[in-house]
């Protein structure tokens, strides 16, 4: 009876204690938190009608997304409860927020079509992250060279992609947005979803070594592209985009002729 009455004693109070938490395994979630945030006010930017603030808040988010997981891994503050957490930012940030920017930019103009744009964007950035996180979890059965690879589209350049018909705008090169456009961005958008989920060999550039005395030249190209990137972001992230996209077909043609020195067949669903 008193055991019983202990039991209850801490279910009234609110359950088990949690124990205390160091400092350091706070700050990558917070940091998720704040990507959260980001995405989240640049949905409200977009249907405000404020579309640069929205992008580059989408943008935000998708960098802050980006690093927590690296932040989390330095700090050896990595955690079940971060890796849910980042799950459900991915999906707010790379998938929720710029589908429905580019619906309150241009898509809606399109009507129900537009709509069904976003919504595949959506669900298609949410599967690609569920297929990502399996994958990751059976790395150990995969040859190591194989993991070197994507499958499909990252998540975080799908929703870069995605996002193009604002950088033409952007840059007044006589993209308005009208219903035609509409119609050519619902394409785009549609395009963009099936390569987040497709087997495309997408080059993940990990396992890249940087040779010591070419270190000083990559860190002054880094640092020149982000100086581009601060001063003419919308000409940049154009580029970007054009040269990712261009990217692809030679990332194909690479995991090609990687599998054939390796002495493999590429199985037909592992190429796009």
Not at 132 to 143: C, G, M
Not at 206 to 228: E, M, N, T, W
């Amino acid at each position: 009876m008193g055991t019983q009455y202990k039991k209850f004693e801490a279910h009234a109070s609110g359950g088990p204690r949690i124990r205390e938490i160091p400092m350091r395994m706070v700050l990558p979630n917070l940091v998720t938190v704040l990507a959260i945030c980001a995405g989240l006010s640049g949905i409200r930017f977009g249907f405000e009608g404020r579309f640069e603030p929205a992008v580059v808040m989408v943008l935000l988010a998708a960098f802050l997304d980006g690093i927590d997981g690296r932040l989390a891994r330095m700090l050896k503050a990595t955690s079940k409860f971060g890796a849910q957490m980042d799950s459900l930012a991915d999906i707010v940030n790379f998938g929720v927020a710029p589908a429905l920017v580019l619906y309150a930019f241009l898509l809606d103009r399109a009507g129900s079509p537009g709509w069904i744009a976003a919504l595949l964007f959506a669900i298609a950035c949410g599967l690609r992250l569920a297929r990502f996180n399996v994958l990751d979890d059976e790395k150990a059965d995969r040859p190591i060279w194989q993991t070197e690879y994507f499958v499909g589209v990252p998540a975080p350049a799908g929703a870069v992609l995605v996002m193009l018909p604002l950088y033409l705008y952007f840059l007044r090169l006589g993209v308005e947005p009208s219903r035609p456009a509409a119609f050519v961005a619902t394409g785009f958008t549609i395009l963009v979803a099936f390569l987040l989920v497709s087997r495309l060999p997408v080059y993940s550039g990990k396992s890249i070594k940087i040779p010591g005395d070419r270190v000083l030249p990559v860190i002054l190209a880094v640092v020149l592209y982000i100086l581009l990137l601060m001063t003419y972001p919308w000409y940049t992230l154009t580029a970007s985009v054009a040269g990712y996209l261009i990217f692809l077909p030679f990332s194909v043609r690479a995991y090609s002729k990687r599998a054939k020195l390796e002495g493999e067949k590429v199985p037909p669903s592992d190429i796009g």
